[in-house]
């Protein structure tokens, strides 16, 4: 596989649920974030790790909380979340941080 | 803090025609700006990077511009077709380190 990919592309779940949402990728990049796409809304940086350190923190909610064990890999763990949490979550790779960014397909979460 | 306004929201117009989407930022102090499509539901295509020291770029039918001094983009693209219908979102990045600001985008539909 190329570039970035996300898995699930769908995921519904109940408040009292725990997921892990997983993004890869396969460009040989050093940075990784994740954004949050809401509707009618700009898209919002969750996080940024850089060369596995998280870098930045947007005031994210604890309920998200993301993991990156190593640069082509970034998870983003789900807990007790809200139905407004429900949006689109893009994942996003550059070579270094600042530099032009690569997107995933995203994963569309529903929360009910 | 960066803000970064997309005009208009919408658009729509006939196959064929030329057209141009503005994108505006508040703090021209930039170090890039990138422009992406979005189809419905997916994640971002990077269409163009503008370094800061640049004044165009230029991918097949699509030529973005940027005045720095002003705070503004374009995004031109001639001889629209009915595949260009999507999303067009304008990204700018403050820092050689800092990520990107996006605009809400603009939305368009090319009808045949």
């Known amino acids: 596989e190329t570039g970035v990919t996300q898995t699930p592309r769908h995921l519904v779940m109940g408040m009292t649920n725990k997921k892990s949402l997983k993004c890869e990728q396969h460009?040989?990049?050093?940075?990784m974030y994740w954004y949050k796409q809401s509707a009618k809304k700009p898209l919002e940086l969750m996080f940024v790790?850089?060369?596995?350190?998280?870098?930045e923190n947007n005031s994210v909610p604890s309920r998200f909380s993301p993991e990156c064990p190593n640069s082509s890999h970034l998870f983003l763990h789900l807990h007790t979340l809200q139905p407004e949490d429900s949006a689109l979550y893009l994942c996003?790779?550059?070579?270094?941080?600042?530099?032009?960014?690569?997107f995933g397909p995203g994963t569309r979460l529903t929360v009910t | 803090k960066q803000e970064v306004t997309q005009i208009p929201a919408a658009l729509s117009v006939p196959e064929g025609e030329n057209l141009v989407l503005n994108c505006s930022f508040t703090?021209?102090?930039?170090?890039?700006l990138q422009w992406f499509r979005q189809d419905p539901g997916k994640g971002l295509t990077s269409l163009l990077l503008?370094?800061?020291?640049?004044r165009e770029q230029t991918s097949g039918r699509l030529n973005a511009s940027l005045d720095k001094s002003s705070g503004r983009s374009t995004l031109y693209i001639a001889a629209s077709q009915p595949g260009d219908s999507a999303t067009y979102l304008c990204?700018?990045?403050?820092?050689?380190?800092?990520?990107?600001?996006f605009g809400k985008g603009t939305m368009l539909l090319v009808s045949p």
């Open positions: 996003a790779s550059s070579s270094l941080r600042g530099s032009e960014q690569y």
């Open positions: 460009l040989g990049h050093n940075a």
């Open positions: 790790y850089n060369f596995k350190e998280q870098t």
């Open positions: 703090d021209s102090a930039i170090y890039n």
């Open positions: 503008i370094q800061s020291s640049q």
């Open positions: 990204a700018v990045s403050n820092s050689g380190y800092s990520t990107l600001t």
